[in-house]
């Protein structure tokens, strides 16, 4: 059994927690928290399971670490604090553990990673001989291994193109929804997220990977965007009120550009209402989906829906990626020490999984 660690409990970790208790080859030894309210509560509790686990959680992530865990499921989030996530994670890899997380997106591409995010992460890889693998849904498995996958049943492949298409009124995330997104915020305030080269340091590396994976060369990566604003006032459940007038959805793009066309796709269509932008892509059921289209002979489309925690797409999502990522873990401690992406690590079947009863 090899020993891992849950840092972070909140929308990843909950789902971090119930993953590595139900892996047949990790056994959950510690959880590491930021919130003083939820030290020494048990991580079964944390987890939304109904029972404990028997492993209370602590906010000394020195202590942890010094104890020399196999693995560390990283789930803290990196969206509003990319340096504090990057100290976390280092640490845990110079403690020589693997680690695993979604939160650091620029190392998702750890080959195009600017220098400040790769080269500390090397640097701990050599003082401790741990790993590291980042990795999502969207960026993530929507755009890498599920893509290349399908392209692979065409005869020919004229484009590929990626979705996400989400209601994120289920996000329950103010932080990044309403200020890296720039939902219910004025429309003539730029939100971060779509600033100029934001959309390609998030996603530009799952266009360069799925480039490399089909042996083409890109030209450049090109960004556009589109915005629309509320025409009422909405109330969602999970993160208050949205005022009329204020952004509603925004659409935009990451385009890997082949010989002067948009060959390689990313699109991201998201709403905090269903009632904007009706003209846009919309879901199946209007909450959320990811989506791929390979145009080529024959066309392939494919659209995936995840639910979780009473039906929650958001929470499927994210039960998805923490899926993508601690089953990976025991093929990285076999692995040899290093920087690893989604084109190095197999995504396998759920082997010793299959009828075992849910936590």
């Known amino acids: ?41 048990d991580a079964g509790e944390l987890a939304g399971l109904d029972r404990r ?25 990196g969206d509003v604090r990319p340096d504090d996530a990057l100290t976390d994670i280092t640490r845990a890899i110079a403690a020589g553990a693997v680690v695993v997380s979604p939160a650091l997106y620029p190392l998702y591409d750890h080959r195009g990673a600017p220098p400040e995010f790769r080269d500390p992460v090397l640097a701990a890889v050599a003082e401790g001989g741990g790993s ?10 929507g755009n890498d291994v599920l893509p290349l996958l399908l ?18 009124s289920t996000y329950d995330q103010p932080d990044s929804v309403r200020h890296l997104v720039g939902m219910g915020q004025p429309m003539d305030q730029e ?10 340091m998030v996603w530009g590396g799952q266009v360069r990977m799925m480039a490399r994976a ?10 556009t965007s589109e915005r629309r604003a509320l025409d009422a006032t909405v109330t969602t459940r999970t993160m208050g009120e949205f005022e009329a007038g204020t952004q509603g959805a925004i659409r935009f793009e990451v385009q890997g550009i082949v010989e002067g066309e948009p060959r390689i796709v990313i699109e991201h269509v998201t ?19 990811h989506r791929v289209v390979i145009e080529g002979r024959p066309r392939i489309e494919v659209t995936v829906e995840c639910t979780d925690e009473d039906d929650n797409r958001s929470a499927g999502g994210n039960a998805t990626a923490v899926g993508r990522l601690v089953g990976a873990i025991d093929w990285l401690v076999e692995a040899e020490p290093g920087l690893y992406d989604a084109l190095d690590v197999p995504l396998r079947p759920a082997v010793g999984k299959l009828g075992r009863k849910q936590p």
């Open 271 to 289: 709403r905090i209402h269903p009632s904007c932008a009706p003209d846009w892509p919309t879901p199946p059921d209007g909450s959320g989906a």
């Open 1 to 41: 059994m090899i020993p891992t660690v849950v840092w972070g409990t909140g929308n990843v970790g909950r789902a971090a927690i119930r993953a590595v208790e139900a892996h047949p080859a990790l056994v959950l030894t510690a959880v590491i928290v930021h919130n003083p309210g939820k030290v020494g509560r």
């Open 132 to 141: 590291l693998f980042a990795s999502g849904v969207d960026p993530g498995w």
């Open 151 to 168: 392209s692979g049943l065409g005869s020919t492949v004229d484009a590929i193109r990626c979705q996400e298409i989400f209601d994120y």
């Open 53 to 77: 686990l028997g492993v209370a959680a602590t906010d000394d992530a020195t202590a942890v670490l010094a104890a020399r865990p196999a693995a560390v499921v990283y789930a803290a989030s």
């Open 214 to 223: 089909l042996g083409v060369e890109l030209d450049e990566i090109r960004e």
């Open 191 to 200: 939100p971060m997220m779509l600033m100029p080269s934001v959309p390609t």
